[in-house]
Antibody, heavy 120, light 111 residues
């Protein structure tokens, strides 16, 4: 199991930017697909983005494409989500998660979640 | 609109068994050996309880089991306990670029 700790959330105005970070506890981070999910108040889990181990492959939900950018620093065992042009409907708890078995078959480690609120 | 369809709620009395369905298509649930289920208690992170359709991670109670038939996967909880009251999400791996799809979640209530 990998411990994951998110940071960087908070309150931001519509149109603003925020950068989330996710720190991993083990060196297997560098070999793992990593993902961001989010959960709006009272809603279900929503996939946001994933990135492959070597950053070769990335993918985004249609709702964030062109506004969010996922990246990682394997030397620092850290995952990032740069969120620009934020909208009210981006308000959610954001989770980072690890793809198990170095793939995206399922997610065996999750962070505790970080609140992002977009409001004027 | 979630890619996979789950009932909004399922309930049962302590000791009973319940089953949650998860319906997709031949591109995800039907064509994948990688269906997983997650349990989420209020204000907590999700936790995988079933992966690869029917495998249980170490530490997960054997009261949880998974299966699949065609485009529908199922999670069964036997001997329902108060601690099982939570939201449950199914997920399937797709070979397309989308890769990850989720259901809308099912709220399990222990009566």
């Amino acid at each position: 199991q990998m411990q994951l700790v998110e940071s960087g959330g908070g309150l931001v105005k519509p149109g603003g930017s925020l950068r989330l970070s996710c720190a991993a506890s083990t060196s297997t981070f560098r070999d793992s697909y990593m993902t961001w999910f989010r959960q709006a108040p009272g809603r279900g889990l929503e996939f946001v983005s994933y990135i492959s181990a070597g950053s070769t492959y990335t993918n985004y939900a249609d709702s964030v494409k062109g506004r969010f950018t996922i990246s990682r620093d394997n030397a620092r065992s850290s995952l990032y989500l740069q969120m620009d042009s934020l909208r009210a409907d981006d308000t959610a708890v954001y989770y980072c998660a690890r793809g198990a078995r170095f793939q995206l078959y399922y997610f065996d480690s999750w962070g505790q979640g970080i609140q992002v609120t977009v409001s004027s | 609109q979630s890619a996979l369809t789950q009932p909004a709620s399922v309930s049962g009395s302590p000791g009973q068994s319940i089953t949650i369905s998860c319906t997709g298509t031949s591109s995800d649930v039907g064509g994948s050996n990688f269906v997983s289920w997650y349990q989420q208690h209020p204000d907590k992170a999700p936790k995988v309880v079933i992966h690869d359709v029917s495998d249980r991670p170490s530490g997960v109670s054997n009261r949880f089991s998974g299966s699949k038939s065609g485009n529908t996967a199922s999670l069964t909880i036997t001997g329902l306990q108060a601690e099982d009251e939570a939201d449950y999400y199914c997920s399937a791996y797709r070979s397309s670029s989308t890769r990850v799809v989720f259901g809308g979640g099912t709220k399990v209530t222990v009566l």
